[in-house]
């Protein structure tokens, strides 16, 4: 077991740095770190605080350091963290003195994959670690907290252990063909239904699982000179589009991100769809039309003050999009009856419009069910649900409970793929790999 070590707070000045060793960290420690309560003898007690000096061959700081003792410690190995002064090359000079005297360099994700192979944490688990540090609105947060807690886990677990139970009974018919077939094979026959259901309910989660993970994306689509791009401004608190009154103003799409309930809404301003013979104008509207096919949720614009036209092109892009439909500039001009009527300029009606965004990026939540993150989780899941359905028709068509115990193993072993049980060295790599170093 080699001693791995690593910068775990962001590159740059700051108030503090934390180097972290990880493997058989106390012998590196002990050449560079000095303090009062460790001149006997260098024996830390895990989990205090020791201040003291971090001596390089270029330069000494003032800092702490902490034993974390295996296994408890992040990395389930004996743990060594340098909290420092927050500065580049103070961070630079201990990581080298550090590698002086016997460590290496961590690869990227390298703590982690530590944690997950000593124990620590299910793969889902480091998949929630990747998730929290990459989360940027509160919903991402919580759903990754969950992952990094082992929610998802258990839950897989949990199906597993009774796919175990159907495999036990089924290996109990083959011993004893005659005594438990007429019992037991019905009794498998609707455990396997109830765990096809429950598998199927995983999998719908996973596209809003994939939208509070990454966002909604939201476009701003209309005629020319509607309001789309004062609008696009009052949702996200700043002047970020351009506005003018001439028409065809926006020749390109703008884009920007906001939180809204916790929920992170990608949100794109568009050019006015009409038919033009100006080619920048029409490579504008392509793009617009590109942004539509794209889009989870069309807020189509109209103008209040104006009598809405025609609009075969916009209508024909719209065509089974999910669209919401408001009337801006109603500090102008009413606008129709039943309508959503806002302001862009005054911030009339807004809550409306932003309760209808965050209702519908709700609508796909499953209540009371963890949530699939990644296109990996979602996959074998869906190919445990294939390999139910397979052993439900076996059962059903008579053949024989050996066939049926083989496809339920897949069954089982695609859902180990989630938690880590079954995966592939190629899958851990691939996960790991999306880490920073130091983490």
């Not at 620590?120 to 990754?144: C, F, P, Q, T, Y």
Request: with cysteine.
């Amino acid at each position: 077991m080699d001693t791995i070590v690593a910068l775990s707070t962001p590159a740059g000045r700051g108030g503090i740095c934390v180097v972290r060793l990880s493997g058989k960290p106390l012998g590196v420690a002990e050449k560079i770190f000095h303090s009062k309560a460790l001149e006997n003898s260098f024996l830390p007690a895990p989990n205090y605080m020791y201040f003291g000096r971090i001596s390089t061959s270029e330069f000494s700081d003032l800092g702490y350091m902490v034993y974390f003792r295996a296994p408890k410690s992040y990395t389930g190995e004996d743990v060594v963290e340098f909290h420092l002064h927050g500065g580049t090359r103070i961070a630079e000079g201990v990581i080298g003195e550090c590698v002086r005297n016997g460590a290496r360099l961590a690869e990227r994700g390298e703590f982690t994959r530590r944690a997950f192979l000593n124990g620590k944490m299910e793969l889902s688990d480091a998949e929630g670690v990747i998730d929290m540090i990459n989360a940027d609105s509160a919903g991402a947060v919580r759903s990754a907290y969950r992952l990094m807690t082992g929610k998802l886990s258990l839950a897989v677990h949990e199906i597993q252990n009774r796919l175990s139970d159907v495999l036990t009974g089924l290996s109990a018919v083959l011993d004893y063909p005659e005594e438990l077939e007429d019992e037991t094979l019905p009794e498998v026959h609707a455990e396997l239904i109830a765990i096809r259901e429950k598998l199927k309910k995983f999998a719908s989660s996973g596209t809003y699982g994939k939208m509070i993970k990454e966002g909604m994306d939201v476009a701003l689509v209309g005629d020319t000179n509607v309001g789309k791009s004062s609008l696009m401004n009052a949702m996200l608190g700043y002047d970020r589009a351009i506005v003018s009154d001439i028409r065809g103003t926006t020749r390109d799409f703008v884009t920007d991100s906001f939180e809204l309930n916790g929920k992170k809404i990608n949100l794109a301003d568009t050019a006015g769809i009409r038919q033009s013979d100006d080619v920048i104008e029409k490579e504008g509207v392509n793009r617009a039309i590109s942004i539509i096919k794209d889009a989870k949720l069309i807020i189509r614009v109209f103008d209040a003050t104006e009598k809405p036209e025609k609009n075969e092109m916009l209508d024909e892009a719209l065509a089974e999009k999910n669209v919401i439909e408001i009337y801006n500039k109603c500090d102008l001009k009413k606008a129709p009856e039943n309508a959503i009527a806002v302001s862009a300029k005054t911030g009339d009606g807004m809550d409306v419009l932003m309760e209808k965004i965050s209702d519908f990026f709700d609508r796909d939540k499953t209540d009371g069910e963890e949530i699939l993150t990644s296109e990996r989780q979602l996959s074998a899941v869906l190919r445990a649900i294939e390999k139910t359905d397979e052993a439900i028709s076996a059962l059903e068509d008579g053949i024989p409970a050996d066939c049926v115990i083989s496809v339920l193993n897949e069954a089982w072993s695609a859902l180990g793929e989630i938690t880590g049980q079954t995966v592939s060295e190629k899958i851990i790599d691939d996960i790991f790999d999306k880490f920073c170093v130091g983490k």
